[in-house]
């Protein structure tokens, strides 16, 4: 099976292409590497293929902020420029015009 390359990157604000949330990329896995039970709960019509980048996000909706496991495929850059809200990436990320970065934290950069 070929490696795809992710189409987006650490620090990418991004928002879901069905569901109503948007969030900053702190992590990819070039394919699915969550639980079986996790993908199984995905309504089988809507279950993404899992030989594609999967991207974990700050994110955040109207009422809450969580971390969410999310598909490329179900993803689209978000190009409002709003800021992020979601506690983490205040604490740990510096962000400007729409793309964030990790902030240095004792002399280290992630």
């Known amino acids: ?47 993404p293929s899992k030989d594609q980048p999967f991207y974990h996000l700050f994110a955040e909706n109207d009422d809450s902020e969580y ?17 992020i809200r979601h506690p983490q990436v205040r604490a740990l990320m510096d962000g400007e015009e729409g793309h964030y970065r990790w902030k240095e934290q004792s002399g280290i950069f992630h």
């Open 67 to 83: 971390v969410a496991y999310v598909s490329e495929q179900n993803l689209v850059a978000d190009d409002s420029d709003k800021p």
């Open 1 to 47: 099976m070929k490696m795809r390359d992710a189409k987006f990157a650490i620090g990418d604000v991004v928002r879901h292409k069905v569901f109503p949330f948007r969030g900053v990329i702190f992590d990819v896995d070039p394919e699915f590497s969550n639980t079986e039970e996790w993908w199984n709960a995905i309504p089988a019509e809507i279950r």
